[in-house]
């Protein structure tokens, strides 16, 4: 990762927890302002409801507050790329019909790259074995509008964390839409959209963990992530002494800690409360480590359907309380990553490169 | 060498039995006790101490009698009792094979197809979600009873090798285990769960990586003893022939002895003894070529058969899981549908496939006609995925499943092809099975009485032998 990256990652406020409280709610003050937190606060407020924490509740008032990109001292900081840019900008939306948007109208049909295993975001309903999510109604958006019908054919390929990047590389997907944060690093192999969603890094354990943070606590447990996902990466350069494990998803890694084979997991807030609603008896841990964005990914040569996707995602965001975004916030994440009678996030707001 | 009353006379060396066994008192003990007998191999002393009793009996015509009566009545017994001692082995075997390290084999093999097919059965209750049919359940079911069934069996009679219980122990151990997860996934998959799919998978991942590499160790461990058995059964008795021969040659020249001293041709009591050992060695070499073909016949026949059809089995089962496997993971790879072509390949290629292989050693028709049933299934089975195949590639995933699991038109889709080659080689291999088990039962047949006939012509053999030479001694007194 050559990307600069701030993160003062709390080792005050978490390694000396019982000697230092009031420290760290000062701390932890602060960090109310930012956006991540403000996430990660509401997925514990919404998933826990009987949670008396007092960040918990903290969590649940800043969610409506706007994500402040540049929040002082705060646990996780925007990243921000080598030429100086936000990792979040993209190209400027607008729809020209390019190579790439072509070559998907006159197929008349969207392959795209998902997970079946992110529950809220994009899962298979055991039951009728449809996928659907906040990722999925992206989708279908996306689809409507580049291939212009209500009903598009959309081909949903599900892929490994690890084979994200590979399937755009090697033409295998049109665009992936799967809870995927956007970094430095990736953009030097595929391009993004702007950003859908704001969400954090953050571990997540069952209740009587002797893990309290991203901390010394963590010396000796089995921490589990996804190959090839930015946890994964975080985990590796700061272990704090956990033994890493990875699973080919961050579903699998639940799978592991309800078994006994590891201690921990680490994956996002949005998708940690989608693990948090399967199980309740895991639950998020300190604060979300980073401040990411969800974007969606394409072949880096496909400029043109970025742009066309990024002006997709102005009309999805647009409309304030009646955008589709917020819908489609309202039918999969209340409950979960809000509170049921809360109003819900904010969209992130776009950025461009100039 | 485990029946008393006979072992006795076969292990002093010829010239102690001789005198145990002569009717003769004091004369010639004195010279047959200068040399002591030495613990030597008894061949090699017998005409040791014959010739040591020759030179201090050199003299005497009686002398002569004893010594060449007391060898030949030796080497008869010796062959009487090399005879029984390598018949019992030969036949423990043969029972072996037939009654135990067979079936162990084909235990196994069994093991090893109802834990596949679980597994398969499983992920496919899968695909269906809501929809499962009970008897995709039922079918699951009965899989994980079967397996079970068969390891506490396999538990109680199994070779007693420290890797066969091993590999046991590891099934019983796991397969609560694996039964766990997948009842884990039928319950996260009803409350609309995604965690079950995670759960299946991983379970797949256990069943592949634990269970299915112990059962396939120990159908591969079962397999080679029993072929080991077989081998030894079929091994020839060249110590009982070489004795029966050495025998009869010693009868012959101890006639011609006879012949050239007295001029009388016959002496009745070698003669009978030259008789009973004939009978003898012509018993023995008979019933054991007999042996022997029956038992070639069911290795060579029988036993590779089976061996080629539950490996075109196994694939088979392998080839269906990973077609399912393909839906479950609904992936952009194609690590499961190259893992398909590959047991597909190992299945029905023309060269090397294991099922034109099993028609190729197919005996009869009765054998064929599964076989040939199975290639046709299988050449169905791989059209049918390659629409399936086709569709999933075109993004019609629900169609692709729908072709798969057939839960609309069950007779159309690759699970009805699939089930059919299943069937028509679970007939192959009880034909095969069969004939197995009655080749082995006619090897094992042909050797009946031998051991017992042994024991009986030799001490007849020997005491004709005694008989004719104290009639001729009788004439120095």
Redesign the interface.
Known sequence: MRARRERTVPRTTKRSRAGSRGRSRDARALLLAAGGLALAGAVLAGSLPDGTDGHRKAGKHAVAEPADEHGVGTVAERETCDDGRDAAESYPAERVEGSAVEEIQDRG?L?V?ID????LWG???????EIVGFDIDLVEAIAEDLLDTPDP????????TS?RIN?LQDG??DMVVRAMSITCERWEHVAFSTAYFETGQQLLAPRNSPIDGFDASMAGQRVCSAEGSTAAELLARESNGADLVTAP?H??C??QVQ?GEADALMTDAALGAGHVA??PSMELIGEPLTEESYGVAFNAEATDLVAWVNAVLEDYREGGAQSRWTAAAEARLEGYLYGENEPPPSPPEPLYRN | MTHPPTAPPASPPGGQAATAHAPWPAPATPPAATPPAPPEPPRRSAFAEGAAQLRAAARTEPGRLRIVGAAVAGLLLLFGALTFYEITDRADAARTVEDSSQPLSADAAEIYRSLADANTTAAVGFLAGADEDPAVRERYERDIDNAARLLASAAAHSSDSASARQYIETLTEELPFYTGLVETARTNNRQGLPLGGAYLRYADQRMQDTLLTAAEELYELETRRFESDLAQARDRPWLALGAGTLALAALAWAQRRHYLRTNRVFNPGLVAATAAAAVLLVWLAGAHVMARGALSDADENAAQSLSALNGAWTEALKARGDESMTLVTRGAGSEFEDSYTTHMDALAAERGGLLPRAGELAEDAEGRTPVDAAVAATEEWQERHSVARELETAGAYDDAVEAVIGVERPEESTGESFDRVDASLAEAVEHEQREFTRAAADGHGALGGLTAGAVLLALLAALGTVLGIARRLSEYR
């Open positions: 049909q392959i790259g079946q295993n992110s529950y899962y298979r309903t055991p039951d009728t074995g054919d959309i081909v949903f390929r599900a892929i490994p084979e399937a295998a997907v998803n579903l699998d639940l799978v078994l399967q199980d």
